[in-house]
């Protein structure tokens, strides 16, 4: 007997996603951000498409999947490292988000303050995980071509006993954009690069952010270039740690009506001469500069949710480019799960 051309609807479930996140969800205030930052971003993201063939994954997509990534500790898998690489690289896509974040944010409870923190850290370069940043190591090989080549096989060794080795003379055949660099005396020298976060100092939101090459003045040129892409009318104060402590960068600073609020670095010499600081009464008089020494070091905190939460302690592309695509977008995220908190509290 033929049967009948029936439907059991009711032995499917039909519900949409939306259906299924709860209307309190932090994601839903973090979608209306992101999707305001997005639509901003419209005109740049359509220039980079062409009207002819097939259409692509929408970009918006994949960049609301990264976010997701970050928000719950997602690690990469070998396909999503795949569609970072072909689909995500370009650092002009996703720079402009930082500030649009908190553009969008400061527009419901004006969260932004005219005072601002830099503060740069050093971002490894490599593939994944800490096992292909000691493989990256082993190819830092003389440019001239000589030096001996890892061992075959997966994970070769390699001898550096004796050998001395600089950015001047070495460079990485894995990723030639990233450079030797030792944050500190008695540490390591990795091959790395250099993330800068601009911090305001109301609530702790990156306000911009940029990745350089490392090395010793990338921090502070890093500044100042930041400095000069943000749009301002009134005198702000930067804040940051001795390291800053510099008499051309202090007067860089001065000169684009920048007040520095950067701790002294009052060293003293093997010689028992104290160093010259370039931070004078000027500065140190007003009470302000007191209050932003300690609000300063809640830079680390974007640093830390990064590379702990986010799971970007280890980047997974190659190139200064792409990598200072993840890392200002890292920057984003971190503002998405904060600035919702804070929207809720002014409102409140």
């Not at 000069?228 to 009506?257: C, E, N």
Request: charged fraction near 30%.
């Amino acid at each position: 007997m033929r049967g009948r051309d029936d439907r059991d609807e009711g032995l499917f479930s039909y519900l949409r996603l939306e259906e299924r996140v709860p209307t309190d969800h932090p994601l839903r205030a973090i979608r209306a951000l992101t999707d305001e930052a997005l639509a901003a971003l419209n005109g740049r993201l359509a220039a980079r498409y062409s009207q002819l063939g097939r259409p692509s994954i929408p970009p918006e997509h994949l960049l609301r999947a990264t976010l997701l990534q970050a928000f719950f500790s997602v690690r990469v898998t070998p396909e999503a490292c795949l569609r970072h690489d072909t689909d995500a690289d370009g650092a002009d896509r996703l720079q402009p988000l930082v500030p649009l974040v908190c553009q969008a944010a400061d527009g419901f409870a004006g969260l932004a303050s005219d005072g601002v923190h830099q503060e740069p850290r050093p971002i490894a370069g490599g593939r994944c995980g800490a096992g292909v940043t000691r493989c990256a190591e082993k190819s830092f090989r003389p440019k001239d071509g000589s030096g001996e080549p890892p061992a075959p096989g997966k994970n070769g060794e390699r001898n550096f006993r004796r050998e001395k080795r600089s950015n001047a003379t070495h460079a990485s055949t894995t990723d030639p954009d990233a450079r030797l660099y030792r944050k500190g005396d008695g540490q390591s020298s990795r091959l790395c690069f250099m993330g800068h976060a601009l911090m305001e100092n109301r609530n702790g939101l990156v306000v911009d952010a940029t990745l350089t090459h490392a090395t010793g003045t990338a921090a502070r040129e890093a500044t100042l270039t930041m400095l000069d892409r943000r749009m301002r009318r009134t005198r702000i104060t930067l804040g940051a740690d001795k390291a800053y402590d510099v008499t051309d960068f202090v007067g860089g600073l001065r000169a684009r009506k920048v007040t520095p609020h950067i701790a002294v670095n009052g060293a003293i010499s093997k010689t028992g001469k104290r160093r010259k600081t370039a931070i004078d009464g000027r500065t140190t008089r007003h009470p302000g500069y007191a209050v932003s020494q300690p609000i300063r070091k809640r830079v680390e905190e974007v640093f830390g949710w990064i590379k702990a939460q986010a799971g970007y302690e280890q980047l997974k592309v190659r190139g200064r480019e792409k990598a200072e695509a993840v890392f200002t977008f890292a920057t984003a995220a971190y503002n998405l799960i904060r600035i919702p908190r804070l929207l809720e509290g002014a409102v409140t």
